[in-house]
């Protein structure tokens, strides 16, 4: 493996450690008689009664009336994560001071959450259609579903951090973990209402957002591409010194000698074949850098090397 290559895994696995320790997976719920709050959360664990929050964009209600009237037609989406967090129903009293047998003749409040992705053109009348068409779709298939929570996303790979779009909750009065046992029973939606969350500033976010995915005058793809012929360009240097002066001592060519004219060659060989890929994408050493560590942030696959 090439000393670029090294380079990069480190990049990529300190990436990792930084955003493991921020991203928390959270998870909540909603109503249906729709209304929106401030706030927001990322996705958390399944199964407690009271669902963990973390902070999320800021949220902005929407005004109900103003969706009506114009119509919004529902996105098409993408379901990227299901989860199943089902409990039981329980009484007005904690889990701890339920015998057994209590337990035992308790129904289930079934409880479904789902991330899904919306892509990144729309308008934030949009949300809420969608979220009702998901919640009446999963409603269809399952009609003793008690609660639900959506996390919108722009796209798929930010599933697991703070939403970025919104989050819907339906459950009794909008609030997770509501359900009594007769509502579980019954499966009565009387009290049911969709409580809708929408990132601050949204459509202002879209537009920065559809902003950063061209950068340096490339596409999204164009640039997995650049870094990853920069990739194979270093991973040959790498090669070819070692064939020159292989540094390996099973080889029958190894001498001590080699290591240091290894190291002279492949950095040697590196600039003529990054040079190489700078000159027929008409890019600079900075950009080219820039373009790897973003591959490193977003946790970009490397190539296949042989």
């Known amino acids: ?6 380079v990069i895994s480190f990049l990529c696995l300190a990436s990792l450690l930084i955003l493991g320790a921020s991203c928390v997976e959270d998870s909540d719920s909603g109503s249906y008689s729709s209304s929106t709050v401030k706030g927001s959360s990322a996705e958390t664990s399944a199964g407690s009664e009271e669902l963990p929050t973390a902070t ?5 209600s929407v005004d109900e009336s103003q969706l009506v009237e114009q119509k919004f037609e529902p996105l098409e989406y993408e379901i990227v994560l299901e989860k199943d967090l089902s409990l039981k129903a329980l009484k007005d009293k904690p889990f701890s001071q339920h015998s057994t047998k209590e337990l035992e003749a308790l129904p289930m409040n079934v409880r479904k959450q789902y991330s899904i992705s919306v892509g990144e053109d729309f308008k934030a009348g949009q949300i809420e259609p969608t979220v009702k068409a998901l919640i009446d779709s999963a409603l269809a298939k399952d009609a003793d579903i008690d609660e639900i929570v959506v996390f919108v996303y722009t796209v798929p790979d930010l599933v697991g951090e703070a939403f970025d779009v919104a989050k819907a909750e339906w459950a009794p009065d909008g609030k997770w973990g509501s359900t009594t046992p007769e509502i579980a029973e019954s499966n009565d939606r009387g009290s049911y209402k969709l409580v809708l969350t929408i990132c601050e500033d949204l459509e202002e976010y879209l537009v920065l957002r559809s ?6 005058g490339f596409s999204t793809e164009e640039r997995k591409q650049i870094f990853t012929e920069l990739v194979l360009a270093e991973d040959r240097a790498a090669k070819e010194a070692e064939e020159l002066y292989p540094i390996d001592p099973l080889d029958p060519d190894f001498s001590q000698d080699n290591l240091m004219k290894n190291i002279d060659k492949e950095d040697e060989l590196c600039k003529v074949y990054t040079s190489q890929v700078y000159e027929q ?8 850098d820039q373009i790897s560590s973003e591959a490193c942030e977003k946790r970009w696959p490397m190539p296949d090397i042989e």
């Open 1 to 6: 493996m090439s000393r670029y290559m090294l």
């Open 56 to 60: 999320a964009p800021q949220s902005a």
């Open 211 to 216: 902003e950063k995915v061209e950068r340096f």
């Open 281 to 288: 994408y008409g890019i600079d050493e900075d950009i080219a």
